[in-house]
Structure formats: structure tokens, C-alpha cells
């Protein structure tokens, strides 16, 4: 059987560029004893993967030069020797930037038939909102009456950290990239208040104007420029969520941003700390079973940005870069 994939080329320096990526077809042998094959339907196009390709070990180990690309997938069942597993289940991994994924049942959980789209399980009930959920309601511990600031906010983790705010009683201000998702995070998501960073001169002032009384929450995708634009606007006893830093992974050490604000650390009692998700692997499916009853009721909504086919996948990470997504990124294969 053919298997057509998209591997590393070249070790990413600065920003990434489509030929840092390759296209190739390779022969995939069918399963073997305790194997299962899946045909991907989805796969997903993260710029948290920035770092993996570097050749530089993060939390994660790098990808190696002819490795295929990482990412979360979604798929079927094609051909099964793994008692866990029946042909024709819909299954959800992380095989990659690949037509078949080869699995021993590891890290592989069935998806129930149901009215969510097989997309979402890799979307907003996969990494991005469990991010979303654990950042806010475990490092945030945001409360009832709360401000939760959110940049990024139209993009898959930060949509989903408003919407859970507002759910759990917090007022949600959200920073993005564009009149068209401002009105999006308004009129869509229900957020209080949103921020067009494009079109504001000063984002500090923005965002004191949005948030009087201070931000008791900051949920940051961004990186060290805007939080410490942020640290004198906390309140006190504030918590800053490191969830993600795009501006800052094609940067080296020397390049970025440092925090001058730190004194707000002492002065406002704040508190920050980063996440990495699979450390609340054993509470998945709590945190699964609260997003697909918030989905079900319409508390939660989401958008995805698809691309279609392997070729495209290149192209539409670099474009994760320079704000050309609306949503969660995806590859239709």
C-alpha cells in the first residue's frame, strides 16, 4: 500500500518557509500483530510543532531531517490486528502529516459516532481545548466575576479559553488580528469586549480601556512583548497562563523580548506559569466530557480553517506566522 507524506526537508531557522518541507510517497506495510492502520481524514497544523523543527529538543524531542511532520490526526480504521480496535472506527492520534497511519494502539482513542464532526476531535475536544480548560480553570483558577484577557483570540486555544471564562461566571476580553474576528469574538462567541490589535496604536491603552478595573487573568498565546505590556495591568493577586508564544518561535534567545515589569510580580502578588497539556492526561476525559456537553448545549462553538490535500499543509503552517488563520488550522486529506 501507498502512503504519501509530508517529512523535514530542512531544520527550520527563523521563519519557516514552505521548502523546509518535502512530499513523499513511501510503501506502507499492512499491520502487523498488535497493529492497527488508519486511513487520516485530518490532520492538524499547529504552531506550537514551531520548535520540534528547529532540530532543537524542547519539551518534546525534535524532528529529525526526513522525519515525517508531527501534528494530531483523525481518521479510520483500515485494516486492524489489534484487539482494541474494529475496521471501520473513527479514531484519533497523532500519526502526522500522513495518509495512513501505522499505530500499536498507543496514544489511538475511538471517537463516538454522534452529531460532532470527526474535525473537532482534534480541535476544540482535542490539544487546543483542553489547553484551553486546564490553562484557565487550573493554572488561572479563574472565578465567577473574574476579567480573563485572551490573546490570540480567535484562534483555536483562545476561543475556546473565552468561552470556558464566560461559562464559569468571568467576564472574557479578547485581543485578535482584524475587524472580522472581532466581530467574530462579539457576535459569535459572546465575548464582553474584544480588541483589534491591528488597528490600535497602543494595545497597553486598548486593553486599559477594556479592562478599568485590571485583568485578573491573563491567558497569553503571544509571547514575552505583550506579556510584560500586561504586567502592570494586572490586579492584584493576578495569575498569567503561558500558553503559547508565537511571536517568539522563529526568534532566537538574543532577539526576544526580555520582562522589564517584573516589579509587578512583588507590587501586584502576581503569579505566572506555563502549560504543557499532557500533564493532565489522566484528567482528559473529565475535561472532554465538560467541552462536548458545553458544544451539545451551545456554549462552546468553534471554526476551523481547512486546507485541502498534503501540498497544501506547507504552506498553511508558515501562514500560522503572519495571522492567515481564523480558527483551528486543518488539513482535509
Known sequence: MRNRRVILAAHVTGEPREDN??????DRAPPG???????????????????????????????????????ASVGRVIASRHAGFAVGE??????????????????????PE??????????????????????????????PGETVLVSTAAGAVGSAAGQIARIH??????????????????????FDAAIDRL?????????????????????????????????????LHGRI?????????????????????????????????GLVVFDYAADFPRARADLTGWILDGRLKYREDIVEGLEALPGAFVDLFHGRNFGRKLGRL
Open 114 to 143: 454522534g452529531p460532532i464532526p470527526l474535525s473537532a476531535h482534534i480541535g476544540v475536544l482535542g490539544v487546543p481545548g483542553l489547553t484551553a480548560y486546564f490553562g484557565l480553570l487550573d493554572i488561572g483558577a479563574t472565578k
Open 241 to 273: 497562563v503561558i500558553s503559547g508564544q508565537t511571536a517568539d518561535y522563529n526568534l532566537t534567545a538574543d532577539e526576544r523580548t526580555g520582562l522589564k515589569n517584573t516589579r509587578a510580580f512583588i507590587t501586584h502578588r502576581l503569579k505566572m506559569q
Open 21 to 26: 518541507f518535502a512530499i513523499e510517497t513511501v
Open 33 to 71: 500483530e498488535g497493529e492497527v492502520l488508519v486511513r487520516n481524514a485530518f490532520v492538524s497544523v499547529d504552531p506550537g510543532m514551531r520548535g520540534r523543527l528547529s532540530g532543537e529538543t524542547s519539551y518534546a524531542p525534535p524532528v529529525p531531517l526526513g522525519a515525517v511532520v508531527g501534528s
Open 199 to 235: 488597528a490600535e496604536p497602543d494595545i497597553a491603552a486598548a486593553v486599559a480601556r477594556e479592562c478599568p478595573d485590571g485583568v485578573d487573568v491573563f491567558f497569553d498565546n503571544v509571547g514575552n512583548s505583550l506579556v510584560d505590556r500586561m504586567l502592570p495591568l494586572m490586579r
Open 90 to 111: 473513527a479514531v484519533a492520534g497523532a500519526s502526522g502529516w500522513q495518509e495512513l497511519g501505522l499505530s500499536d494502539g498507543r496514544g489511538l482513542r475511538r471517537i
Open 169 to 190: 461566571g468571568a467576564r472574557a476580553v479578547g485581543i485578535a488580528g482584524g475587524e472580522a474576528k472581532r466581530r467574530w469574538l462579539l457576535d459569535d462567541l459572546g
